[in-house]
């Protein structure tokens, strides 16, 4: 399975993950914040369609490297995204608002399937108003999804920062011949 995000149309990207199941020990790290913590954000989610979403990036609480100087005031102070669950359908598939705060919404969803012992996850991220937006997101949930399967299947946690420019690199240059979202 390729690790790499795929554009779907114009302003949306999709992630594949075969992960150690059961489904319900995937969904947990989804939605308990403190399994959340462990991977992307912590941060409490009223579990229910139109229910309220609130995380925290705070990097420092997932890695233990130095981050870019752009990036230290988020590394260690952390960051607070807030949004609204618009699909809940335990423990398969759960999708809310990402962002606000001045921004665009866009959309995420989390898809769980079983396969075998295993859970394939599909994680879908849609309204992104740019090829920087997409190239961040991209490289974002590319490393915080390593994050995930390192939680979940016990391995030392994968380096954060220290791959952070060259999966940005790697998602520009994917994305450099694709127009603007929104456009052609």
Same mark, same amino acid.
């Given at each position: ?11 949306a ?6 992960? /150690?199941? =059961? #489904? ?6 989804? *939605? ?17 369609v ?16 130095? =981050? ?10 952390? #960051? ?9 359908? /335990?423990?398969?598939?759960i ?8 921004? +665009? ?16 996850? #599909?994680? *879908? ?5 740019s090829?920087?937006?997409? *190239? ?20 030392p ?19 450099? &011949?694709? +127009?603007? =979202? &929104?456009?052609?």
């Open positions: 399975m390729n690790d790499y995000g795929v554009v779907l149309e114009s302003g990207v999709r992630f594949e993950r075969l992960l /150690p199941g =059961p #489904v319900e020990r995937v969904w947990a790290y989804l *939605t308990k914040s403190e399994k959340r913590g462990l991977w992307l954000a912590s941060g409490m989610f009223d579990l229910r139109g229910g309220h979403t609130e995380m925290l990036f705070k990097h420092s609480e997932i890695t233990n490297e130095t =981050p870019p100087e752009a990036y230290r005031e988020v590394h260690e102070n952390g #960051v607070r995204s807030t949004g609204t669950i618009t699909r809940y359908e /335990p423990p398969r598939i999708a809310f608002t990402w962002g606000g705060g001045g921004e +665009p919404e866009s959309e995420v969803a989390f898809e769980l399937m079983p396969k075998g012992e295993k859970v394939l996850l #599909v994680l *879908t991220h849609r309204k992104l108003t090829k920087a937006e997409m *190239t961040s997101v991209s490289g974002g949930w590319h490393m915080h999804l390593g994050l995930l399967e390192d939680a979940l299947t016990g391995a946690r994968r380096g954060f920062w220290s791959r952070f420019a060259a999966l940005d690199a790697d998602y520009a240059q994917r994305y450099a &011949g694709l +127009p603007e =979202p &929104g456009e052609g």
